[in-house]
Each structure stands twice: as structure tokens, then as C-alpha cells.
């Protein structure tokens, strides 16, 4: 979809046409001139004669050539046809965020005592947010096969994601020491599509097991692994028993194979999928521009190029960055500006997670990026995370400068000389790393001190003398306690 982020302007004689989107059911309309009074009410359903007549009546008394304001929320895949009409009459078409329309509804709603009030709602956001609308263009072309493949492959992948955690769930169910630990490999799927039950693993024996998985790993995995499979089904058998009737050995067996086979064929979808989505993002990006950001790869570039669509429908790269939810909220009252607020979350979720993914990488391989996660975890006090998504806000940035100017992105260190990506690395290794100890206090895990993996949360600097030699409080004092001495 290509939105337009705009100013609404022009002659105080307007048209807003507010439309509450019904599944099943008739669509409620409320129609507002510019000074917000109300003009008329209407019911329309998504057919040309329906829509026309609902223009007819929406542009009743209006100056010749106005446009009407349409805005409606995305409501499944009702609003596409109310969208395309509109659109391709020339008449402007919003599409707003649910969560903006409803914190409005909830003051109309107070003061209001109307049946339409959603649609009326929404035929008022036109004046109480004029800056915040985007305008909604629709795709074509390549650019249209672009965005419902990345759109049909992000969904894919998450059922694909739900599939393998229930596999797993249902693992550690019959194999309560499942040799389950990271990905699922071709070999594991095959050895739980038919040998699930712990039972059907130790009849198999090693020797046939280890014969399956070395052919489905291509030898990259043997009889160790083989060897695995057995040792959980051994200590299965030796908990549970192997004829518990508290424990469905068969049928959970079957369950986690109805899981492996449509994963399969998730998996072959995706792949179809991803291909023809390939092919659209090579004709949308025909020089690969995109992909020449760091941390914007095969799956993230034709992702944020369809979110992205037309650059110039975003008056500049903070407008795009805020479109994504990756700007901070405001909070000002009087002279207090408060800072490090929460991002807004107002936009797709699929651009946010693109980016924060990608500036994981770009922070290791661009010097200005670097030098900005840096400075978040040793000045700002943000943990990982939080550092990550300041990154981000600054890929969407750079992104957008890119497909604006049409020429690939440089690599440049903090004094914007341009580098190349050796001396990138060099620099971030040498000046914008994070010490390990500042990753220790802003971590929120612990982990055990046993397992060799980390000493849990680093304790906080504590001061070790005062310049009139009183003892200081230490980082975990309160008011009221005594300070406790700092060790020698």
C-alpha cells in the first residue's frame, strides 16, 4: 500500500465522509462539512451502484471538483473495496489506525449519545488530527505483487514458528529430555514424523536410526545424534513406563506428526511465496538500493521497500520513521520536555520488527550506527533493546534518504568520511564497542553462576570515598537505613 503522509489544506468548504466498515452487514456512514457539522447519515454496501449513490449524496450542494475526505480503519478485508472506488474517482481515502479512532470514541462516546458514533468518529478525525492522517494510495503492478507476497511470507512464517513450538511443546511431553535444543533440522522432522513414540524409537534401534539421519543430513549428522534420539527415549521409557495408561504414547506421537506435515507444507508454500516476491522486488528495486544498507538483506529489503512504497509520499525520513511506530512519544507540559519516552507503536508491526532485526546487524557494521548504540548503552542508560530501536528509527531514516535520492547507501565514519566496510569494522572495534561490564548492568536476565554461562546482574558502581570523608551510601541503601561501608 503507498500512504501519503500530507497537511490537509484548501477551501473551507469540505466534505468528510466517515465510514464504519461492516463484515457482514451494511456499512453506517456519517457525512461532516469542513466546520464538523453533520450533513447527513447513510448506509451503503460494497457495490458501484451502493458507492455511487453515497458520492452522490456526500457531494450534494459541494462546489464543483471538491474531493471527499474518505476515512474508514482497516477493518479485515472490508476496506479495500470502499478504498479502490473512492481512490480511482479521485477522491481522497484514509486509512487510520484502530487505536487512534477508539482513543477519540472514547470521548464521543461520553459526550455524544449517537448510534453512528464510530463512523462519526472517524469523519471527525480530519480535524482533530490533520498532520497524523495518511493518505492511502493503492499499489500496482510490481509494487502491488510486492506487497502481498511480503505479506503472505510474514504470515507464513509466523504459522511456520507456531507449528514448531507446538512440536517442541509436544516433545517434551513424550521425550522429557528431548534432544530438541535449537532448530529443527530435515533429519529431526523425520525421525519424529515417524518415530515420535519412544517406544517406535528403540524398536528402530541405533544403527537404522543413525543410517536415516546421516541420509537426511547429508552426513553432516551420524550415529551421535542417533544416539541422542535413543538416550531420551530410554530415560522416557524408564519415567513414565511403557505401557502407562496415563500416557498417550500413540496418540501424541500422531499429534506431533500432524504438526510435522503441515509445517512441510507451510514450508513449501513460504518457498514458492518468497520466490515470486523476489522477482517483484527486483523490478520495484531494479539496482538493489535497499539492500545496500546494512542489515537489510533478502528477507528485510523487499519488506520495508513495500512499506515504504513511494518515498515521496513521506515529506522526510522522520516522517517515514514515525509512520513506523518508531518515533518516542511526546510528553511535554510547561518547561518539561521528559526524554527517553516509549516508541509510539503506531504503524505495522511487520516494520518495526524488520528494523530493530536489521539494526542488530547494522550496528556492527556501520561506524555511525555503532557509535549511536553505543552512546545509548554507556550515557543513556538503555538496555539492549531499547538501544536497538533508536537504531532502528535511524535505518528508517536512511532508508528513505536512499530510495528518495535513488543512489546506494555509503558506508562513512563519525567524521562522515566515506570507508570501507574493513575500516567500518576496524573503527567499531577499536572506539564504538559496549564493554562487557556496561551489557552486565543493563541486562534483566540472570543466569546461573553454575552453568559457566555469566555471573548474573552486574552490581552497580558503588563510591569508594567522599571529599569530606563521610561514608557514602551505598547503590542499595534507602532512606532511613544506615550506609553500608564499601569493602577494602
Request: charged residues 25%; glycine residues 8%.
Given at each position: 500500500?503507498?500512504?501519503?503522509?500530507?497537511?490537509?489544506?484548501?477551501?473551507?468548504?469540505?466534505?468528510?465522509?466517515?465510514?464504519?466498515?461492516?463484515?457482514?452487514?451494511?456499512?453506517?456512514?456519517?457525512?461532516?462539512?469542513?466546520?464538523?457539522?453533520?450533513?447527513?447519515?447513510?448506509?451503503?454496501?460494497?457495490?458501484?451502484?451502493?458507492?455511487?449513490?453515497?458520492?452522490?449524496?456526500?457531494?450534494?450542494?459541494?462546489?464543483?471538483?471538491?474531493?471527499?475526505?474518505?476515512?474508514?480503519?482497516?477493518?479485515?478485508?472490508?476496506?479495500?473495496?470502499?478504498?479502490?472506488?473512492?481512490?480511482?474517482?479521485?477522491?481522497?481515502?484514509?486509512?487510520?489506525?484502530?487505536?487512534?479512532?477508539?482513543?477519540?470514541?472514547?470521548?464521543?462516546?461520553?459526550?455524544?449519545?449517537?448510534?453512528?458514533?464510530?463512523?462519526?468518529?472517524?469523519?471527525?478525525?480530519?480535524?482533530?488530527?490533520?498532520?497524523?492522517?495518511?493518505?492511502?494510495?493503492l499499489a500496482e503492478g510490481a509494487a502491488a505483487v510486492?506487497?502481498?507476497?511480503?505479506?503472505?511470507?510474514?504470515?507464513?512464517?509466523?504459522?511456520?514458528?507456531?507449528?514448531?513450538?507446538?512440536?517442541?511443546?509436544?516433545?517434551?511431553?513424550?521425550?522429557?529430555?528431548?534432544?530438541?535444543?535449537?532448530?529443527?533440522?530435515?533429519?529431526?522432522?523425520?525421525?519424529?514424523?515417524?518415530?515420535?513414540?519412544?517406544?517406535?524409537?528403540?524398536?528402530?534401534?541405533?544403527?537404522?536410526?543413525?543410517?536415516?539421519?546421516?541420509?537426511?543430513?547429508?552426513?553432516?549428522?551420524g550415529r551421535s545424534r542417533a544416539l541422542e534420539w535413543?538416550?531420551?527415549?530410554?530415560?522416557?521409557?524408564?519415567?513414565?513406563?511403557?505401557?502407562?495408561?496415563?500416557?498417550?504414547?500413540?496418540?501424541?506421537?500422531?499429534?506431533?506428526?500432524?504438526?510435522?506435515?503441515?509445517?512441510?507444507?507451510?514450508?513449501?508454500?513460504?518457498?514458492?511465496?518468497?520466490?515470486?516476491?523476489?522477482?517483484?522486488?527486483?523490478?520495484?528495486?531494479?539496482?538493489?538500493?535497499?539492500?545496500?544498507?546494512?542489515?537489510?538483506?533478502?528477507?528485510?529489503?523487499?519488506?520495508?521497500?513495500?512499506?515504504?512504497?513511494?518515498?515521496?509520499?513521506?515529506?522526510?525520513?522522520?516522517?517515514?520513521?514515525?509512520?513506523?511506530?518508531?518515533?518516542?512519544?511526546?510528553?511535554?507540559?510547561?518547561?518539561?520536555?521528559?526524554?527517553?519516552?516509549?516508541?509510539?507503536?503506531?504503524?505495522?508491526?511487520?516494520?518495526?520488527?524488520?528494523?530493530?532485526?536489521?539494526?542488530?546487524?547494522?550496528?556492527?557494521?556501520?561506524?555511525?550506527?555503532?557509535?549511536?548504540?553505543?552512546?545509548?548503552?554507556?550515557?543513556?542508560?538503555?538496555?539492549?533493546?531499547?538501544?536497538?530501536?533508536?537504531?532502528?528509527?535511524?535505518?528508517?531514516?536512511?532508508?528513505?534518504?536512499?530510495?528518495?535520492?535513488?543512489?546506494?547507501?555509503?558506508?562513512?565514519?563519525?567524521?562522515?568520511?566515506?570507508?570501507?566496510?574493513?575500516?567500518?569494522k576496524q573503527i567499531i572495534a577499536a572506539r564504538w564497542?559496549?564493554?562487557?561490564?556496561?551489557?552486565?548492568?543493563?541486562?534483566?536476565?540472570?543466569?546461573?553462576?553454575?552453568?559457566?554461562?555469566?555471573?548474573?546482574?552486574?552490581?552497580?558502581?558503588?563510591?569508594?570515598?567522599?571529599?569530606?570523608?563521610?561514608?557514602?551510601?551505598?547503590?542499595?541503601?534507602?532512606?532511613?537505613?544506615?550506609?553500608?561501608?564499601?569493602?577494602?
Amino acid at each position: 500500500m503507498d500512504e501519503q503522509v500530507i497537511q490537509l489544506s484548501g477551501p473551507a468548504e469540505r466534505r468528510l465522509v466517515g465510514v464504519d466498515l461492516g463484515i457482514a452487514s451494511e456499512h453506517t456512514v456519517r457525512i461532516l462539512d469542513g466546520s464538523g457539522m453533520r450533513l447527513g447519515a447513510a448506509r451503503c454496501v460494497p457495490t458501484k451502484s451502493s458507492l455511487l449513490a453515497l458520492e452522490e449524496r456526500a457531494l450534494a450542494g459541494a462546489p464543483q471538483g471538491i474531493r471527499l475526505e474518505v476515512v474508514f480503519e482497516p477493518t479485515g478485508p472490508a476496506w479495500f473495496p470502499v478504498a479502490k472506488f473512492f481512490a480511482a474517482r479521485g477522491h481522497r481515502v484514509f486509512r487510520v489506525s484502530s487505536a487512534k479512532a477508539a482513543d477519540l470514541r472514547k470521548f464521543f462516546r461520553r459526550h455524544t449519545k449517537s448510534n453512528g458514533i464510530d463512523a462519526e468518529t472517524l469523519a471527525r478525525l480530519p480535524l482533530v488530527d490533520p498532520g497524523g492522517l495518511v493518505e492511502l494510495g493503492l499499489a500496482e503492478g510490481a509494487a502491488a505483487v510486492l506487497d502481498r507476497r511480503v505479506r503472505a511470507t510474514d504470515r507464513l512464517t509466523m504459522a511456520a514458528a507456531t507449528h514448531k513450538r507446538r512440536i517442541k511443546d509436544l516433545v517434551r511431553q513424550l521425550l522429557p529430555m528431548t534432544p530438541l535444543t535449537g532448530d529443527l533440522g530435515k533429519a529431526d522432522l523425520a525421525v519424529l514424523e515417524g518415530y515420535a513414540d519412544p517406544r517406535a524409537l528403540l524398536q528402530l534401534g541405533a544403527d537404522a536410526l543413525t543410517s536415516l539421519i546421516t541420509t537426511l543430513s547429508h552426513g553432516h549428522q551420524g550415529r551421535s545424534r542417533a544416539l541422542e534420539w535413543i538416550s531420551a527415549a530410554e530415560q522416557a521409557i524408564e519415567l513414565y513406563g511403557p505401557d502407562d495408561p496415563a500416557v498417550p504414547y500413540t496418540d501424541l506421537a500422531a499429534e506431533v506428526a500432524t504438526e510435522v506435515r503441515l509445517l512441510s507444507a507451510i514450508t513449501t508454500e513460504l518457498a514458492a511465496h518468497a520466490a515470486v516476491r523476489e522477482q517483484a522486488y527486483r523490478q520495484v528495486d531494479p539496482g538493489r538500493l535497499a539492500r545496500t544498507l546494512p542489515g537489510l538483506r533478502t528477507i528485510g529489503a523487499p519488506a520495508m521497500l513495500a512499506l515504504l512504497g513511494n518515498p515521496r509520499r513521506f515529506p522526510t525520513g522522520h516522517h517515514f520513521k514515525s509512520y513506523l511506530g518508531l518515533a518516542p512519544k511526546a510528553s511535554e507540559t510547561g518547561d518539561t520536555d521528559r526524554k527517553g519516552e516509549p516508541m509510539s507503536k503506531a504503524g505495522p508491526s511487520l516494520g518495526r520488527a524488520t528494523l530493530v532485526r536489521a539494526a542488530d546487524h547494522a550496528r556492527k557494521l556501520d561506524p555511525q550506527l555503532a557509535k549511536i548504540y553505543y552512546l545509548q548503552m554507556t550515557e543513556r542508560g538503555a538496555n539492549h533493546l531499547k538501544a536497538l530501536c533508536v537504531v532502528a528509527g535511524h535505518l528508517a531514516i536512511r532508508l528513505h534518504t536512499v530510495m528518495l535520492r535513488a543512489s546506494p547507501y555509503q558506508l562513512r565514519d563519525t567524521d562522515d568520511r566515506p570507508i570501507t566496510t574493513e575500516q567500518a569494522k576496524q573503527i567499531i572495534a577499536a572506539r564504538w564497542t559496549v564493554p562487557e561490564e556496561v551489557r552486565k548492568r543493563r541486562r534483566s536476565r540472570k543466569t546461573s553462576k553454575n552453568t559457566g554461562k555469566g555471573t548474573g546482574k552486574a552490581p552497580h558502581q558503588t563510591m569508594t570515598a567522599h571529599p569530606r570523608g563521610d561514608l557514602p551510601r551505598s547503590a542499595s541503601s534507602r532512606p532511613g537505613r544506615s550506609p553500608v561501608n564499601p569493602p577494602d
